[in-house]
């Protein structure tokens, strides 16, 4: 039996070989952000860490 965060990590792990598939095949293009695009969204937000459930009071 798998743990709840196992098989998160496991569909982690799924959608991040489809991604690379689909470039592979030229289905799907990364790139990096134009200067216009940076000035229009801004720069990226850093990640907030989420408190536990048992972090609370």
């Given at each position: 039996?798998?743990?709840?965060?196992?098989?998160?990590?496991?569909?982690?792990?799924?959608?991040?070989?489809?991604?690379?598939?689909?470039?592979?095949?030229?289905?799907?293009?990364?790139?990096?952000?134009?200067?216009?695009?940076?000035?229009?969204?801004?720069p990226p937000k850093p990640?907030?860490?989420?408190?536990?459930?048992?972090?609370?009071?």
């Amino acid at each position: 039996m798998t743990t709840p965060g196992e098989r998160q990590q496991a569909q982690r792990e799924e959608k991040l070989a489809q991604i690379e598939e689909q470039v592979e095949e030229g289905q799907l293009v990364i790139r990096q952000m134009t200067d216009a695009e940076r000035k229009k969204f801004g720069p990226p937000k850093p990640r907030q860490e989420k408190p536990g459930r048992r972090g609370r009071p």
